[in-house]
């Protein structure tokens, strides 16, 4: 997981080479710009072609950059609320077992605190199997 501070965001201007989005896209973009550049010296240079920008133009950029960046923002929502739903149910169902499980087990079996003490682990070591850190595995 990814530690962000937003009050030391001057940082991550230079450090945004490290990502990896940024990696698997650099040949698509340095494609794109020679394309883009060969695509305008033709117009301007070679057919003199001059086009006059007009505002609708921007504004219509930035109707359809808005609308983009919603769609990714309710995107980015409905997963963060599908896995709170998904950590809720499995508290819940931790909670159910150790309840049944407490009810059923009587208070003189040995291995009954070591019981409870596993079912308490679970959650932990799903969230460390799912961010991939093994060290919580080992001591388990």
């Known amino acids: 997981m990814v530690q962000y501070n937003p009050k030391e965001w001057f940082g991550l201007i230079f450090t945004f080479h490290q990502s990896d989005t940024f990696r698997k896209l650099f040949w698509v973009m340095v494609s794109g710009a020679i394309y883009s550049f060969a695509l305008a010296y033709l117009e301007i240079e070679v057919l003199f072609l001059n086009y006059k920008s007009t505002p609708a133009l921007h504004s219509i950029l930035g109707f359809v950059l808005s609308i983009l960046l919603v769609f990714r923002t309710n995107t980015a929502y409905d997963r963060w609320w599908e896995g709170r739903k998904h950590w809720g ?14 009810s059923i087990i009587p208070n003189t079996h040995a291995e009954r605190a070591a019981l409870f003490e596993l079912i308490g682990l679970n959650p932990k070591v799903l969230a460390a199997h799912l961010r991939n850190k093994k060290s919580l595995w080992y001591r388990c």
Do not use: G, P, Q
């Not at 149910?89 to 407490?102: D, F, G, M, Q, V």
């Open 89 to 102: 149910a499995l508290t819940n169902y931790s909670r159910s077992l150790a309840i049944k499980l407490h």
